[in-house]
């Protein structure tokens, strides 16, 4: 399967979302040739709720193009903030 | 004790930036901080500060927000206000037994207390689509921060976040 890795490198924090949205515009507006979006969250704990809704429109839009979803590196306190959410139930969360 | 006390214009930089100030505070004091309890108040107030400069001010550059920060036995409270029109009050019950005081004019906050549904909301003749992507935010936001264990009090355009170490402890 070719996969496509998107790195969250500063902290996915309302004050960033604006820039990984272009990002994540342009990935999928450019490139077609991957089935699966991987998000890696690798050293990053600085997340608020706005952050949140951006994983969520990134599922919702690779879903929408038939595409696998997946986070990786999300530390144990962010895991444990998508299960409070239920966000588990929709994608795959891997260290 | 007051351990940190500031105000500031309403930008998400901004917020980024004292959040992070409070939160190497809180880090410098003498406490066994659980990383846990330190990633939950980060976004907890991340998401009341993010509130205050995007629904309270509306983002307006000349309106500010103040935050206070005090420690209380084992007690934390954070202490958020804006300069929205202010808010009245209304009391929903909650299923954490946490007395959430909900704002009831604030259409975000309203519909939470009236526990309308997303999906009432989109066939709303006056609610738009980024309406109720508000409102998702703010209803994710606001039951997000009651599982987190913090009690809420809301008067006027003032937020008050506590959180009691004695119960982080337990977990």
Redesign the interface.
């Known amino acids: 399967m070719n996969h496509l890795k998107m790195t969250i490198k500063d902290?996915l924090?309302?004050?960033?979302v604006a820039a990984y949205q272009k990002e994540v515009e342009q990935i999928f507006t450019e490139i077609d040739d991957f089935n699966e979006l991987i998000l890696d969250l690798a050293g990053n704990?600085?997340?608020?709720?706005?952050g949140?809704?951006f994983i969520i429109s990134v599922f919702k839009r690779a879903k929408g193009m038939e595409k696998h979803f997946r986070v990786i590196g999300a530390n144990?306190?962010?895991q444990?903030?998508f299960k409070?959410?239920k966000l588990d139930q929709f994608f795959e969360m891997s260290d | 004790m007051v351990i940190y006390e500031t105000t500031f214009h309403s930008t998400f930089e901004l917020v980024d930036e004292k959040a992070k100030e409070a939160l190497m505070l809180l880090k410098a004091r003498e406490i066994d901080w659980m990383s846990h309890t330190l990633f939950k108040i980060n976004f907890v107030l991340r998401e009341l500060l993010n509130n205050a400069v995007e629904h309270g001010n509306a983002f307006d550059p000349q309106k500010k927000v103040f935050l206070r920060i005090e420690s209380r036995d084992q007690l934390f409270i954070f202490t958020i206000r804006d300069e929205g029109s202010g808010i009245c009050m209304d009391v929903a019950s909650s299923d954490a037994g946490v007395a959430e005081k909900v704002p009831r004019h604030d259409k975000t906050y309203h519909a939470i207390c009236a526990n309308e549904t997303l999906e009432r909301l989109k066939h709303s003749a006056d609610e738009t689509e980024s309406d109720v992507d508000a409102l998702a935010d703010r209803r994710r936001g606001l039951e997000t921060i009651r599982r987190l264990e913090f009690e809420l009090n809301i008067t006027g355009n003032t937020i008050v976040a506590t959180l009691d170490l004695s119960k982080e402890a337990m977990q």
């Open positions: 902290g924090t309302a004050n960033n704990d600085n997340i608020d709720s706005t949140v809704t144990a306190d962010v444990m903030l409070l959410m």
